[in-house]
Structures are given as C-alpha cells and as structure tokens.
C-alpha cells in the first residue's frame, strides 16, 4: 500500500517550453502533497506543500508563477514549470501524506528528471 | 518486491537506549545509499551516506552489506531528539541526484 507515482521519469525539453508533472497516489487519498527538488549532492528542497482543493504554499524563494501547482483531487497533484530553461534542469520528487496518522508519514514518489536544453 | 523497503514502525524506545533498523534493496547495481532523516511536514534532510566499509558520525553508524542488499542504522544513546522518521534512500544511477529511491521510512519515538 501506500504507492505513489510520477509521470513522466524523465523529460527533456526546449527552452521555453511547459512541463507538467503528476504525482498520484494510488491506493490512499493524498489529502496533503508535497513538491520537492533536488540539486545534485544536496538534500531535497521544498519548494511547496498543496491541499487538495486550496492553493499551495510556496516555500520563501520559489516563484509561483513558475512553478505552478494543481492539487485538484485527492489523488493527483500537478507541477507545471512554465518557460523551462536550463537552470531549471533537476530531479523533481513529489510525497503524499494521507493526513490525520498517527506518524503523519510522507510516501514518496519516484522522481522526475527534467533535463531543458 | 519493492525496490526499497523498510520496517514502518513505530519504534518506541527508551532514552538512552540503543537502536537499529535495516532497509533492504532489490537492485544489485544500486551505487550509492544514503539515510535520511525527516522530522514531522517537515522536508527530508539528509543524515548520512552509507559506504561499504561502513561509517559512523557520533553516536550514528551506518553499514552496507551488498551480498545480502540491506543497510542498517544504528543509533547508541539515543536522545528525545532522535525521534523523527528515518529514510533509507538508494542512488541506482551514474550519481548526481538521478535515480533515488525512498523507502516509506521508520518512525522512531524515543520515550523519557
């Protein structure tokens, strides 16, 4: 149980150009996602937190018309980065919290590789 | 069998105590492991890399086993502050950050 999903792994794209990331919970309601990036050999950094049905929450020195974020169910959760360039180029990891545990556990997904050229 | 698995927990433990857990992996080829540490809605931080002869940072060790694909974290005099929950991650990939795997990570509850 407990299975989170990306879609896509890994995606390339031009200068310029959306991405849209999914994140989904397969087998649980993800009342709570969360957006993370990674740059390589460093730890994750959050880049916002998204309740189903409510904006997100952006953490200080993340642009939110950059990188917009959908939680319009509580299965999926969407991360758009709108006119990608190559700086934006990352490891991008979503978790899912079902909320209300005892743990408040966070599962994590795969991860998505953007590469832009 | 998923890639990485770990006991859920929770591990209640008395302060002062000693504890361990393990996480296993199914990837032969996995490179490099690494546990995590993250404290309750709060963003995973990263505690340790694991090396295959095994490493330890104060009262933290960590060790590899390849033949038998699981690492282990063992924490001795163990604090109140030691409660959170610990990931095990795997790097399958040529390094920098692609290819991590998470576990579902162990809570641990260290108790007065």
């Known amino acids: 149980g407990a299975v989170v999903s990306q879609h896509p792994s890994r995606v390339i794209c031009k200068s310029g150009t959306s991405v849209k990331i999914e994140c989904r919970s397969l087998?649980?309601?993800?009342?709570?996602m969360f957006w993370y990036r990674q740059f390589p050999k460093k730890s994750l950094m959050l880049m916002a937190t998204?309740?189903?049905?409510?904006?997100?929450?952006?953490e200080q020195g993340v642009e939110k018309d950059k990188f917009l974020i959908n939680h319009a169910s509580l299965t999926l959760s969407t991360l758009t980065v709108t006119s990608a360039h190559p700086e934006d180029s990352s490891f991008y990891i979503c978790?899912?919290?079902?909320?209300?545990?005892?743990?408040?556990?966070?599962?994590f997904g795969p991860g998505t590789r953007l590469t832009v050229l | 069998r998923k890639e990485v698995e770990q006991d859920p927990g929770p591990f209640n433990v008395p302060e002062g105590a000693t504890v361990a857990f393990n996480c296993t992996y199914s990837?032969?080829?996995?490179?490099?492991f690494f546990w995590y540490r993250q404290d309750c809605r709060k963003e995973p931080k990263l505690l340790m890399s694991v090396y295959s002869s095994g490493n330890e940072d104060g009262r933290f060790t960590a060790q590899l086993n390849r033949a038998s694909q699981y690492i282990s974290l063992l924490i001795r005099d163990s604090k109140l502050s030691d409660s959170a929950t610990y990931l095990c991650?795997?790097?399958?990939?040529?390094?920098?950050?692609?290819?991590?795997?998470f576990g579902k990570g162990t809570h641990l509850i260290i108790q007065p």
């Open positions: 991650v795997v790097l399958n990939s040529g390094g920098g950050a692609d290819g991590l795997t």
């Open positions: 990837n032969s080829a996995s490179q490099s």
């Open positions: 978790s899912a919290s079902s909320d209300g545990g005892l743990t408040d556990t966070q599962y």
């Open positions: 998204s309740n189903e049905g409510s904006k997100a929450t952006y």
């Open positions: 087998d649980f309601q993800a009342t709570t």
